[in-house]
């Protein structure tokens, strides 16, 4: 049985999910609420770039409150991860599916989905959270940074709907985020690292100033990924873009 998720605010366009989540939180709006596009003129990714959102694919932030201090509530990109790819099992051979750090989801091996979580203080000091999540049902980006794929070159049938990927991936998000609330992030690191792309495999991890090589061993904790460097000293990688013989 799905698990119950909170409700959905489905537009025909919007310049983006997230920044219409932002509106919403400075008006004073809690959530949780999930908002939905089938087109975004203006839609972001990580670092500011451009995330396009072609028809037929799937552009949803939710937007949500909460009392955990900054460093932890990021750890829901990991919790939208795995719904991400949970949806994606349910569409594809399992086999297929897997998750890149930080929360990267890879069909076949290439990128399929794109992740964005941005917050705000709250004028009571908590946090409002904005989990976006652009998934490529049908169709890829034009100018994609690295290799993407779509559900629908995975699939015999026609991929689903934006409306009834949602709600898979809204029901998905929520079971993962409930365990993470009780459980803390112990419970998404290890659903994390069963479905984790690269451990083990040579990694190149780009960093806002410099680049570093060495063998990715596994998640810490906190989430950061760990580095087994040449000098065999470990780096923690807590932000910045991973490569696994695609650099």
């Not at 934006?162 to 993470?180: D, M, Q």
């Not at 690292?193 to 090589?213: D, K, M, S």
């Amino acid at each position: 049985m799905a698990t119950a998720h909170p409700p959905i605010a489905f537009f025909d366009e919007l310049d983006s999910t997230n920044a219409e989540a932002r509106r919403r939180a400075e008006a004073g709006e809690a959530g949780p609420l999930w908002i939905a596009a089938l087109r975004q003129t203006a839609g972001r990714g990580r670092r500011g770039r451009a995330w396009e959102t072609g028809s037929g694919n799937l552009a949803a932030t939710l937007l949500i409150t909460t009392d955990r201090p900054a460093g932890e509530a990021a750890q829901l990109s990991f919790v939208a991860a795995l719904a991400a790819a949970d949806l994606a099992e349910s569409c594809l051979s399992p086999g297929l599916v897997s998750v890149k750090w930080p929360n990267d989801l890879l069909i076949a091996g290439r990128k399929s989905a794109g992740i964005l979580v941005e917050s705000g203080a709250r004028p009571d000091g908590r946090l409002w959270l904005a989990v976006g999540i652009g998934i490529n049902l049908v169709s890829g980006p034009e100018a994609a940074e690295r290799p993407s794929t779509t559900f629908a070159e995975h699939m015999d049938g026609a991929p689903p709907t934006p409306e009834a990927a949602l709600n898979i991936l809204a029901s998905s998000f929520e079971t993962w985020r409930s365990a993470w609330a009780a459980q803390g992030f112990p419970a998404i690191a290890e659903g994390w690292t069963r479905r984790a792309h690269g451990l083990g495999q040579p990694c190149v991890a780009r960093l806002p100033n410099e680049t570093v090589e060495g063998l990715a061993e596994g998640m810490d904790p906190d989430g950061a990924l760990r580095l087994r460097m040449a000098d065999g000293q470990v780096r923690r990688i807590t932000a910045g873009d991973v490569f696994f013989g695609e650099a």
